[in-house]
């Protein structure tokens, strides 16, 4: 059975940083893509990050350079670094992998 789990969100100040961890199970995620969706209270979901199993990553343009998607093999686990956090990226944040596979989600409040 796969499964993900979404960990790290919390309340933070704008400005301020948070890790979201994506925890697999069920599936190799070192060889999918993993990708992190966000979806802000009365808002379509919408892709942020994503990283191939060769490492290449991309992004949407209103994060880069304030997130960063990365992975650790050995714990089967995909991050989301995100920094310079602002209050519009207050929202449920999702990871999800192919063919449609997601998590819960965990939600990121960003103050003001």
């Known amino acids: 059975q796969v499964q993900l789990v979404e960990s790290g969100g919390g309340l933070v100040q704008a400005g301020g940083s948070l890790r979201l961890s994506c925890a697999a199970s069920?599936?190799?995620?070192?060889?999918?893509?993993m990708r992190w969706f966000r979806q802000a209270p009365g808002k379509q979901r919408e892709f942020l990050a994503g990283?191939?199993?060769?490492?290449?990553?991309n992004y949407v343009d209103s994060v880069k350079g304030r997130f960063t998607i990365s992975r650790d093999n050995a714990k089967n686990t995909v991050y989301l670094q995100m920094n310079s956090l602002k209050p519009e990226d207050t929202a449920v944040y999702y990871c999800?992998?192919?063919?449609?596979?997601w998590g819960k989600g965990t939600l990121v409040t960003v103050s003001s």
């Open positions: 069920g599936i190799d995620s070192s060889i999918r893509t």
């Open positions: 999800n992998t192919l063919p449609n596979y």
């Open positions: 990283i191939t199993g060769g490492g290449d990553t």
